[in-house]
T-cell receptor
Framework: EAQVTQNPRYLITVTGKKLTVTCSQNMNHEYMSWYRQDPGLGLRQIYY???????DKGDVPEGYKVSRKEKRNFPLILESPSPNQTSLYFC????????????????FGPGTRLLVL | GQSLEQPSEVTAVEGAIVQINCTYQ??????LSWYQQHDGGAPTFLSY??LDGLEETGRFSSFLSRSDSYGYLLLQELQMKDSASYFC??????????WGAGTKLIIKP
């Protein structure tokens, strides 16, 4: 089954304790990205990756790191989490960009609810 | 700065037609997408417009006018299951996807 998986789905942690949220897709997609969703703000892009070893900052990259060493995986790292990073996080992937709807369609993971105390 | 404007909430009656508008101001434009998100769920893709005009997919249609920096999503024959939030998103010149804040669609029987 074609899908994007994220782990963990729920996480409660404390300020300053490093954490990693994993994201994996099995569709051989080139484009992957991380979003955070907060009430009333829609989705904001944190980082995105056009392909292996290529990553770029989105709108809200502060406090986050990513890596793209393999095509299928795109982990999100919070080196020193703070309470303002409490949010719902989504990983997404698409075939690529700048094409038709088949290329542009983003497939989302189920989301990770993070609470930083 | 970049921004997408869409109404925060729209109410309609089951069986009716509803239109959700989206105006955008972005650095470059490569296409407008629409996504649906039910409470507690992940966004799912609905429609994409790369060029001006109307795209139809079943009960959903989407329209784009690049000269007006405007698009809309049209939902026909509304069903209760269409109650959800709808987001427009624009691909900008940096290949980022910029999102609107979402429109909550409330459907009444």
């Amino acid at each position: 089954e074609a899908q994007v998986t994220q782990n963990p789905r729920y996480l409660i942690t404390v300020t300053g304790k490093k954490l990693t949220v994993t994201c994996s897709q099995n569709m051989n997609h080139e484009y992957m990205s991380w979003y955070r969703q907060d009430p009333g703000l829609g989705l904001r892009q944190i980082y995105y990756s056009m392909n292996v070893e290529v990553t770029d900052k989105g709108d809200v990259p502060e406090g986050y790191k990513v890596s793209r060493k393999e095509k299928r995986n795109f982990p999100l790292i919070l080196e020193s989490p703070s309470p303002n990073q409490t949010s719902l996080y989504f990983c997404a992937s698409s075939l690529s960009v700048l094409g038709d709807r088949n290329v542009e369609t983003q497939y989302f993971g189920p989301g990770t609810r993070l609470l930083v105390l | 700065g970049q921004s997408l404007e869409q109404p925060s909430e729209v109410t309609a009656v089951e069986g009716a037609i509803v239109q959700i508008n989206c105006t955008y101001q972005t650095s470059g434009f490569y296409g407008l997408s629409w996504y649906q998100q039910h409470d507690g769920g992940a966004p799912t893709f609905l429609s994409y417009n790369g060029l001006d005009g109307l795209e139809e997919t079943g009960r959903f249609s989407s329209f784009l006018s690049r000269s007006d920096s405007y698009g809309y999503l049209l939902l026909q024959e509304l069903q209760m299951k269409d109650s959800a939030s709808y987001f427009c998103a624009v691909r900008d010149s940096n290949y980022q996807l910029i999102w609107g804040a979402g429109t909550k669609l409330i459907i009444k029987p």
